[in-house]
């Protein structure tokens, strides 16, 4: 099974709540999906490898750390994963940018893909996938899979939002893959909404409905 960590600090809890209310514009909502974001990505990168090198401060030689070997690559799932790039940007500035497009075919639920684009050396990054929302799980593995076709180093997903059977099937497909979402939901209704959620996340992002 995958390694599930729930990033409900309160900062990212209280940003979330803003972010389910069906009257924040969609203003205010990217906004909000890119802060918590950035808020998660600081959660997600405790464990990025560090390594010894020495600086001359204005006082004295010293052993400092600083981030070893190749930077991340950071790939949204089109549309919605994309309102949460910038809030990564922020804190690895210099991360690679790849793109799945998928959307869900609504009667079927089941993704359809139409882009995919990543940089030349994803074989030698660690990968964080991106999008708001894991909802049957279908995107983040059809995704997942892409991805592991190029042979990256290390994949993690992470999501604003998920439904305990879209995490199940995530986990169950790609057991090595570490999982960071900000909440784990009731359920899924019948038209694969998570309940209660926040709606179509690209739909709010990008003020289509
Ligand atoms: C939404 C969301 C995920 C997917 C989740 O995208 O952003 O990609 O649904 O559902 P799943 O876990 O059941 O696959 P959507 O297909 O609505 O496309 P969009 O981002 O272009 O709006
Ligand atoms: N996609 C969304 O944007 N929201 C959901 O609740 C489920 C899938």
Do not use: W
């Not at 990505?41 to 401060?57: K, M």
């Not at 059809?142 to 604003?160: L, Q, V």
């Amino acid at each position: 099974m995958s390694n599930i960590t729930i990033t409900n600090h309160p900062l990212i809890q209280h940003k979330l709540s803003i972010l389910r209310d069906k009257d924040t514009p969609s203003k205010d909502f990217r906004e909000l999906v890119e802060e918590i974001a950035m808020l998660m990505c600081y959660e997600a990168t405790r464990d990025l490898p560090l390594e010894e090198i020495e600086i001359e401060t204005p006082v004295a030689v010293a052993k400092a750390k600083h981030l070893a070997g190749k930077k991340l690559a950071v790939v949204p799932i089109l549309r919605a994963g994309l309102g949460m790039v910038d809030g990564i940007l922020a804190l690895i500035p210099s991360a690679r940018v790849g793109h799945i497009g998928l959307y869900r075919d609504p009667e079927t639920l089941q993704p359809v893909e139409y882009y995919c684009k990543f940089p030349a050396d994803i074989a030698e990054r660690d990968v964080i996938v991106v999008d708001p929302m894991c909802a049957t799980g279908g995107s983040a593995i059809d995704a997942i899979s892409m991805i592991k076709k190029r042979g990256p180093k290390h994949i993690k997903f992470m999501c604003t939002i998920a439904a305990p059977e879209g995490l199940k099937a995530l986990s169950e497909a790609h057991p090595d893959v570490d999982i960071f979402c900000a909440a784990l939901d009731e359920r899924l209704n019948d038209h694969g909404y998570i309940v209660p959620g926040l709606g179509d996340a690209g739909d709010r992002i990008f003020g289509t409905k």
